[in-house]
């Protein structure tokens, strides 16, 4: 898939770890690491918002298309 | 998935199984025991005719076993998936296609069962068993979708 997560790059500007993310936006460490990976098929808006919000940020820096 | 749900699923499939299980049995002894001795079960064998009766009882034994055996390999495949959390175990898919032709096998050798004995000397092809296994088919296609999307639906986050 085109569609490249960019959560990592996110993280390490706030300087926040995996752990704290996943806790903040309520979803599993697991599942945050499927998400980082690029594995996931789809991404909630209401993941997205929780995400957005907890690394104070727009949905454009953390998900980047690319050809 | 409700608790309740998944109780009822694995009481009727382990239902289907001993039901399954007893079936196979009976199909399996009624072909072994035509074979070793043909006049207990009055099975007439003829000259012209024998190459297609050995067909007929092997196809009883081994497609109704085989039949059995495959659903109760599904059903045990969706229990274990359940208690997993997997509604659609992805092996199901091959499973229900393999079902289909040996399915029409078992019913095509079962209503032909006048051969063996000499009751019908005519080969009987029952459009049911045709509908039976293609609808097979069908479902078959309709649970791997079930399958593709239950995998979507798991990785979205």
């Given amino acids: 898939m085109s569609i490249i997560v960019n959560v990592d790059v996110m993280l390490a500007k706030r300087k926040m770890s995996s752990g704290e993310l996943a806790e903040k936006v309520g979803i599993t460490a697991a599942n945050l690491s499927i998400l980082k990976t690029g594995k996931a098929k789809a991404i909630r808006f209401s993941t997205l918002n929780a995400i957005c919000q907890a690394l104070e940020c727009q949905p454009g820096d953390i998900l980047e298309y690319k050809e | ?157």
Avoid: H
């Fill in chain 2, 1 to 157: 998935m409700k608790q309740n749900s998944i109780k009822s699923i694995t009481a009727i499939s382990i239902a289907i199984m001993v039901f399954c299980g007893l079936s196979a049995l009976l199909v399996i002894v009624q072909g072994f025991v035509g074979f070793v001795s043909p006049e207990q079960v009055g099975v007439v064998w003829s000259d012209e005719m024998k190459a297609f009766q050995l067909f007929i009882a092997t196809g009883r034994m081994l497609g109704g076993a085989l039949f059995f055996g495959l659903i109760t390999a599904f059903l045990v495949k969706t229990i274990k998936g359940l208690k997993n959390g997997i509604l659609f175990p992805a092996s199901n898919v091959r499973i229900l296609y393999f079902s289909s032709p040996v399915l029409f096998l078992y019913n095509f050798c079962y209503n032909n069962g006048g051969i063996l004995t000499g009751s019908s000397s005519n080969l009987l092809l029952d459009t049911d068993d045709i509908a039976i296994s293609l609808i097979l088919v069908v479902f078959a296609m309709i649970y791997k979708i079930a399958v593709r999307i239950s995998d979507e639906n798991s990785l979205t986050i």
